[in-house]
């Protein structure tokens, strides 16, 4: 199975600062067909279930703030939220879907300083 | 709008069984695989099975093979996990999800799970 590691394992960040968080993948989830990472980032409010972000590593979701970002390619993946709400409290996960069984990383919790 | 609601958790007793529900509106049931995704309370996501659109095809963690079926009622718009053989550590809330392009891109609120005596 392909592990998913992510760092840190919570930050906490002021209002309207930047957050950034790591994906390091122990297989490449780069695509030789089509040049695309499979690499997803999902964001879970607390009491809620998952919301997709961000696909193909850096493509929003339809509806997501352009606030958040992402970023890398084969191994190493960044999610980037450019300057930190409070509704973005959460964590976050990212997931690859270029193996089965589909993998999470262990999910960072953002909190506001 | 997508809708997706879990029904079917609940306690049981180590070695019992449950068969959880997801029945599914506001979109083209048939059209999707779908999956089950369970979480620990408090901790991480962790896939356990899918299934393709006819229900031909199914995949399963390695934890839950042979204890877990997975499958579907495209006339009822139903998903379904069926858990045998439940062990303490499959309790967690279970999520239905369906699988967008390219990846899960909607979730059910979940059923809880408690296998405990």
């Known amino acids: 199975d392909i592990v998913m590691t992510q760092s840190p394992d919570s930050l906490a960040v002021s209002l309207g600062e930047r957050a950034t968080i790591n994906c390091k993948s122990s297989q490449s989830v780069l695509s030789n067909s089509n040049n695309n990472n499979y690499l997803a980032w999902y964001q879970q409010r607390p009491g809620q279930p998952p919301k997709l972000l961000l696909y193909w590593a850096s493509t929003r979701e339809s509806g997501v703030p352009d606030r958040f970002s992402g970023s890398g390619s084969g191994t190493d993946f960044t999610l980037t939220i450019s300057s930190l709400q409070a509704e973005d409290v959460a964590v976050y996960y990212c997931q690859q879907y270029h193996t089965s069984p589909w993998t999470f990383g262990q999910g960072t919790k953002v909190e506001v300083k | 709008e997508v809708h997706l609601v879990e029904s079917g958790g609940g306690l049981v007793q180590p070695g019992g069984s449950l068969r959880l529900s997801c029945a599914a509106s506001g979109f083209t049931f048939s059209s999707y695989w779908m999956h089950w995704v369970r979480q620990v309370p408090g901790k991480g996501l962790v896939w356990v099975s899918h299934?393709?659109?006819?229900?031909?095809?199914?995949t399963y963690a390695d934890s839950v093979k042979g204890r877990f079926t997975i499958s579907r009622d495209n006339t009822k718009n139903t998903l379904f996990l069926e858990m045998n053989s439940l062990r303490p550590e499959d309790t967690a809330l279970y999520y239905c999800?369906?699988?967008?392009?390219?990846?899960?891109?909607?979730w059910g609120q979940g059923t809880l799970v408690t296998v405990s005596s």
């Open positions: 299934i393709n659109t006819v229900g031909s095809t199914t």
């Open positions: 999800a369906r699988e967008g392009m390219p990846t899960i891109d909607s």
